[in-house]
């Protein structure tokens, strides 16, 4: 054998042994799923991420390679989280709720937690028709904004894992609600009107609110889709006063119950 090929021979090996520590990993990881679902553990613990963190830090300190090394840790992180995701959902986690009740909030959490992909759907749907909420209100009308809406719950159904945010008129269409349950489960964020007020208050992109940001107004919009809100939910979860951290667990500890 030649140099080369002895060197070839051992950065095999290597991969071997990275191959085994990683499908090894992997199992631990389903391991510690099952383990804490058995015993009604907590869920998420961000506190352990950054301990694993911490430790990454410590131990490649001075060492070299230290940034090329990160991202394949990262990236293994990222990958363990999408196998927690995967064994406990397996079908869209579909939020719905009133404006500011944190769908998007949640959603983002729930990327950063569980590594699954989001689809904002208000977001979608700008990006599709090249414009704003807003102008897409003032342009077409409520109708085809609600029309592109149905259209984006039907696209979504080819897919599983993945978090649906969908905007707060969503579920008044009956047809739109049927569409989401196909294959997701679907979580009502609520929140009190004075709560909502707090949160959209800075925002220019909600047409229905832009011109009522008061209490009175807000209830009432609230009551008349409480009905179809509700009627819509799998699951209902209060957010008033709660942090992310205890939003999402509340819901993932609902949805298991399911
Ligand atoms: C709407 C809610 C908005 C957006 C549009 C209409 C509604 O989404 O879809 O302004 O009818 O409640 P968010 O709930 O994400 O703000």
């Given at each position: 054998m030649n140099q080369l090929e002895i060197l070839r021979e051992s950065l095999g090996q290597c991969d071997e042994i990275i191959l085994d520590a990683l499908l090894m990993r992997n199992r631990i990881v389903e391991e510690i799923m099952a383990y804490k679902e058995a015993n009604n553990l907590?869920?998420?613990?961000?506190e352990q991420e950054a301990k694993q963190k911490e430790w990454l830090h410590r131990r490649l300190k001075e060492k070299r390679h230290q940034a090329e090394v990160e991202a394949v840790f990262d990236s293994i992180i990222k990958n363990s989280k999408k196998i927690q995701a995967r064994k406990l959902f397996d079908y869209n986690i579909v939020l719905i709720g009133f404006m500011g009740a944190g769908k998007s909030t949640i959603s983002s959490y729930l990327r950063d937690m569980f590594a699954m992909d989001v689809v904002e759907m208000d977001q979608v749907i700008a990006e599709k028709e090249g414009m704003s909420i807003s102008d897409i209100f003032e342009m077409y009308g409520e109708e085809y904004f609600r029309d592109a809406e149905t259209n984006l719950l039907i696209e979504m159904q080819s897919q599983t894992n993945v978090v649906i945010s969908c905007g707060g008129g969503v579920p008044m269409r009956e047809r739109n609600v049927v569409e989401m349950k196909k294959n997701g489960k679907v979580v009502l964020l609520t929140a009190k009107p004075e709560t909502i007020l707090d949160r959209v208050k800075d925002n220019h992109d909600r047409p229905l609110l832009e011109n009522n940001k008061n209490v009175p107004f807000i209830a009432e919009l609230m009551g008349k889709r409480r009905e179809k809100y509700e009627a819509a939910a799998d699951i209902i979860i209060e957010t008033d006063g709660k942090s992310k951290l205890e939003i999402c667990e509340e819901i993932i500890q609902k949805l298991l119950e399911e």
């Open positions: 907590q869920i998420l613990q961000p």
